[in-house]
């Protein structure tokens, strides 16, 4: 079964960055779209980005874009979330996720991460 664990997550100050990963074991990424969401307290979970299974297709909340960027490394199974220009409303715990599906759009997970705590605050 595949697991998948993200880490990279702390204290950041507004305007500062952050790069997320999330590293699978126990089977490859490599067929898999994969999704970072995100849950702020109080709040409904909400998603922020999907890469297709061969890294060619992204997509992007519109309140991430232009500052957000997913990319992923296949042969170190790893996929990554470049978090640039934070703000206080990016405060949440960001989750990925993987689809059996290669493309993005989907929604439908088949395995998930526990979350990192991403708090951006003075």
């Known amino acids: 079964q595949l697991q998948l664990v993200e880490s990279g997550g702390g204290l950041v100050q507004p305007g500062g960055s952050l790069r997320l990963s999330c590293a699978a074991s126990?089977?490859?990424?490599?067929?898999?779209?994969i999704h970072w969401l995100r849950q702020a307290p109080g709040k409904e979970r909400e998603g922020v980005s999907c890469?297709?299974?061969?890294?060619?297709?992204?997509n992007y909340a519109d309140s991430v874009k232009g500052r957000f960027i997913i990319s992923r490394d296949n042969a170190k199974n790893t996929v990554y979330l470049q978090m640039n220009s934070l703000k206080p409303e990016d405060t949440a715990v960001y989750i990925c996720?993987?689809?059996?599906?290669?493309?993005?759009?989907?929604?439908?997970?088949?395995?998930w991460g526990k979350g990192t705590l991403v708090t951006v605050s003075s």
């Open positions: 996720a993987a689809d059996r599906l290669p493309f993005c759009g989907s929604g439908n997970m088949n395995y």
């Open positions: 126990g089977l490859s990424l490599r067929s898999y779209s």
């Open positions: 890469i297709s299974s061969s890294g060619g297709s992204t």
